[in-house]
């Protein structure tokens, strides 16, 4: 398994803000992904992000509005950018530790006025 | 496209009684599985996965699950239930490596004493 952390855990945030949320991992992975949970809802993931390329965005996500940077092996950010009400979700980074076995942070809860 | 069917959005079992959680999925090719748990206010715990080989797979807190190609189906069981296991349970799909997850809509279980 892995150790993740997540800063902030949760924060309180105005319309057309930014929040950049942080992802550390206690040990160095190839593969680290970014989820959305809105409220009462599933995972949904956002994007994918291998260290030394771009991230890799699913459908009806785009880089402007989630940039996200991964500038080592232990570290990944992910931006929420001019935020809107519908942005409250819990964010949720994650790790593969093996083959297709991804370990969850403990998330941060967006709130947005 | 992969997709992940959890047809019960909420169970009630009493405590000590059994328990079994359908999931179905739709995936190309030889799927990773995973079942996950979700307690208020907390991440997502890894229960267990399939991977390939034995159909039947044990995981942590006493849960199983067993694979069922013929169905496409991945149902989480446990032989007794316990007020703890009150919680969130999510059924995922995935392929490993830069394939994220595919999350079913979630099952809430409820615990009566």
């Known amino acids: 398994s892995a150790v993740i952390s997540q800063k902030p855990s949760r924060d309180i945030c105005q319309r057309g803000t930014s929040l950049t949320i942080q992802c550390q991992v206690d040990?160095?992975?190839?593969?680290m992904f970014w989820y959305r949970q809105q409220p009462g809802q599933s995972l949904t993931l956002i994007a994918t992000?291998?260290?030394?390329?771009?991230?890799?965005?699913e459908s009806g996500f785009v880089i402007d509005k989630f940039p996200i940077s991964r500038p080592n092996l232990t570290f990944s950010t992910l931006t929420v950018s001019n935020m809107s009400p519908e942005d409250s979700s819990i964010y949720l980074c994650?790790?593969?530790?093996?083959?297709?076995?991804?370990?969850f942070g403990p998330g941060t809860r967006l709130t947005v006025t | 496209a992969q997709s992940v069917t959890q047809p019960d959005i909420h169970i009630t079992v009493s405590e000590g009684a059994s328990l079994e959680l359908r999931c179905n999925y739709s995936?190309?090719?030889?799927?990773?599985l995973f079942w996950y748990v979700q307690s208020p206010g907390q991440g997502l715990q890894l229960l267990l996965k399939?991977?390939?080989?034995?159909?039947l797979v044990q995981g942590i807190k006493g849960f199983e699950a067993e694979f069922k190609r013929s169905q496409s189906s991945f149902n989480l069981r446990k032989p007794s239930v316990h007020w703890s296991d009150a919680a969130e349970y999510f059924c995922?799909?995935?392929?490993?490596?830069?394939?994220?997850?595919?999350f079913g809509k979630g099952t809430h279980l409820i615990i009566q004493p």
């Open positions: 994650s790790v593969e530790v093996s083959v297709g076995e991804q370990y």
């Open positions: 995936y190309g090719a030889t799927p990773y």
């Open positions: 399939y991977f390939s080989g034995d159909t």
């Open positions: 995922a799909v995935g392929g490993g490596g830069a394939d994220g997850l595919t």
């Open positions: 040990s160095q992975v190839t593969m």
């Open positions: 992000a291998n260290q030394g390329s771009e991230a890799t965005y």
